[in-house]
């Protein structure tokens, strides 16, 4: 097991990149994250089962036409909510024992900005960075356009993050 001792100031660089802070220390082998991968699999299979990845889906949401995609997101933060209340309350630890920690987060302008400029995105595309995959994997390869992207608004994220408000 490999520890490293983060410096207060890596924990807030992390915090305005909104990187979580539980990255786990252990090093483990590359096969190791086969499980992930066939999990990734798993929920796009859901999210294409369920039409989430639906273009249709998404477009219907933005216009107000239908409770569908609101009643899966407003589920899903039920969901998290309720799990985050579990894990503090019974401090919960990971799979490989380690302490699963929240930090507070102080409200800034760029949130709201940076959420707005990803809504607008989603708007547009019919997708965000989690569907992205699941459409690729279904075939739509139109999406390819969307995914390099969101790649390079990315790049251009980290290239002007200094200047940023944050």
Request: with cysteine.
């Given at each position: 097991?490999?520890?490293?001792?983060?410096?207060?100031?890596?924990?807030?660089?992390r915090?305005?990149?909104?990187?979580c802070?539980?990255?786990?220390?252990?090093?483990?082998?590359?096969?190791?994250?086969?499980?992930?991968?066939?999990?990734?699999?798993?929920?796009?299979?859901?999210?294409?089962?369920?039409?989430?990845?639906?273009?249709?889906?998404?477009?219907?949401?933005?216009r107000?036409?239908s409770f569908?995609?609101?009643?899966?997101?407003?589920?899903?933060?039920?969901?998290?909510?309720?799990?985050v209340?579990?894990?503090k309350k019974?401090r919960?630890?990971?799979?490989?024992g380690?302490?699963?920690?929240?930090?507070?987060?102080?409200?800034?302008?760029?949130n709201?900005?940076?959420?707005l400029?990803?809504?607008?995105?989603?708007?547009?595309?019919?997708?965000?960075?989690?569907?992205?995959?699941?459409?690729?994997?279904?075939g739509?390869?139109?999406?390819?356009?969307?995914?390099?992207?969101?790649m390079a608004?990315?790049?251009?994220?980290?290239y002007?993050?200094?200047?940023?408000?944050h």
């Open positions: 097991m490999k520890t490293q001792i983060e410096s207060k100031q890596s924990i807030e660089n915090h305005t990149d909104a990187v802070v539980n990255d786990s220390k252990i090093q483990h082998p590359l096969w190791h994250n086969i499980k992930y991968f066939v999990v990734g699999i798993a929920f796009g299979i859901v999210f294409i089962k369920a039409e989430i990845v639906s273009w249709f889906r998404i477009q219907e949401m933005f107000l036409d569908f995609m609101y009643g899966v997101i407003g589920t899903a933060v039920i969901v998290g909510m309720i799990s209340f579990i894990i019974f919960i630890k990971t799979l490989s380690e302490v699963i920690t929240f930090e507070d987060k102080q409200f800034n302008k760029g709201v900005i940076g959420g400029i990803f809504g607008i995105g989603w708007a547009i595309t019919g997708a965000c960075p989690g569907p992205l995959f699941a459409q690729i994997g279904s739509f390869v139109a999406v390819i356009v969307t995914f390099l992207s969101a608004g990315t790049w251009v994220y980290g002007f993050r200094d200047k940023l408000p």
